[in-house]
């Protein structure tokens, strides 16, 4: 089945999304964005036939649009996916899911009032190499426990409002989501405890002194798990613009085994090497695009043929949730005790 769909940010995530659902030979229905130029140069690119400024317009003029995609900035998400709910269409939002926990119930809320299907585009979760490593944890390859280490550093953001803590929950937070999810699929186990502790980089960088409250930028994350595994993450994004740091691969070690990332290339791992003793063995994987993955995903929860999206919000929920308990671990300075999740906060 054909499904017409509202694009809702015409930045560098609307185009993936643009690409992602032409490629499942879905129809983009309308795009819009607040930026003219924007919006005309995606629909121009994809033959899109309406732009709008704003969603309501969009919601008010496209009646036969089904499902509203949503990849715009943080602060938005809430309202526009409340609104696409309220107007009848499912909903794919973008990652992180929201600022805060209360605005995810909301979304809930409209969304199961509604009745309609909702999803958080946690893309890099349907990356091969996910499944691959879960896989070879499950079979014990490694052996138990396992630690999971990821870096990621880079300059301060060109989108600056990244940085505003005020606006954004900021980088640490944007980047935390991913692996949340991914150690939670990898070692099959629910957190059990984090830890953090950070500060901000770029404090006296000018490009962002307008923000009175700055974003930390830079910290380490441990979080320990119920099957006793524990995964750690250092970031930095508040380098000096147009510092280049060489990328280190993500690693998972075992008592039996380790392996290592090969490169992250449109996201996704071009493969993993697995190192037994003396032996190397380098297991390539498909460089599919997640994106349309997700989108396909997403048409099949629709349409019933799979009880859900790859990701709900309730995972989005889970994974804002454990971000904002690292921000707390550092303001704080003490571990945070990770109560079951369906205890809401
Ligand atoms: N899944 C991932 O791997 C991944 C990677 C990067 C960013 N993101 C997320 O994607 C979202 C978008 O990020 P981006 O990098 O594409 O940003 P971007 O700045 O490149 O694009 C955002 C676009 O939204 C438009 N916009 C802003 N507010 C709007 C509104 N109220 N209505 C209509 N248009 C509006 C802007 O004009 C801009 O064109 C963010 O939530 C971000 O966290 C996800």
């Not at 602060?75 to 805060?100: D, M, S, Y």
């Not at 993500?250 to 090497?273: C, H, M, Q, Y």
């Not at 709900?312 to 994974?319: A, K, S, Y």
Request: with cysteine.
């Amino acid at each position: 089945m054909r499904h017409r769909i509202i694009l809702v940010g015409a930045g560098d995530m609307g185009g993936h999304h643009a690409r992602a659902w032409a490629a499942v030979g879905q129809t983009l229905a309308a795009i819009v964005d607040l930026d003219v130029q924007r919006r005309t140069a995606l629909a121009e690119k994809y033959e899109v036939q309406e732009t709008f400024p704003d969603l309501e317009e969009a919601l008010q003029r496209c009646a036969d649009a089904d499902i509203v995609d949503v990849a715009v900035p943080l602060r938005h998400h809430a309202p526009l996916v409340i609104a696409a709910a309220k107007r009848g269409r499912h909903v794919l939002v973008e990652k992180p899911v929201a600022r805060t926990l209360a605005e995810v119930d909301a979304m809930e809320e409209a969304v199961s009032r509604a009745g309609v299907v909702a999803a958080v585009g946690f893309q890099r979760n349907l990356s091969p190499g996910v499944a691959f490593l879960r896989d070879a944890v499950r079979s014990n390859r490694f052996g138990r426990p396992l630690l999971f280490t990821a870096e990621g550093f880079a300059e301060i953001r060109p989108k600056r409002f990244m940085h505003d803590a005020d606006d954004n929950n900021g980088p640490l937070v944007d980047l935390l989501g991913h692996y949340f999810l991914l150690w939670e699929s990898v070692f099959e186990s629910t957190p059990e405890r984090i830890y953090a502790d950070g500060f901000v980089l770029a404090h006296a960088r000018p490009e962002i002194q307008q923000y009175a409250h700055k974003a930390i930028d830079t910290g380490t994350v441990v979080v320990r798990y119920t099957s006793g595994d524990i995964a750690t993450m250092t970031v930095s994004w508040g380098l000096s613009p147009k510092t280049r740091v060489p990328w280190v691969p993500e690693r998972l070690f075992g008592p039996n085994a380790v392996a290592i990332s090969g490169a992250f290339k449109d996201f996704t791992w071009e493969g993993f090497t697995i190192i037994e003793g003396e032996k190397e063995t380098f297991y390539p994987l498909p460089m599919v695009n997640p994106f349309a993955l997700q989108a396909q995903a997403f048409v099949e929860a629709v349409e019933g043929q799979r009880p859900r999206p790859p990701s709900t919000l309730q995972d989005g929920r889970r994974m804002l949730r454990l971000s904002l308990a690292a921000l707390q671990a550092i303001e704080t300075g003490e571990p945070v005790s990770l109560a079951p999740v369906s205890e809401k906060e």
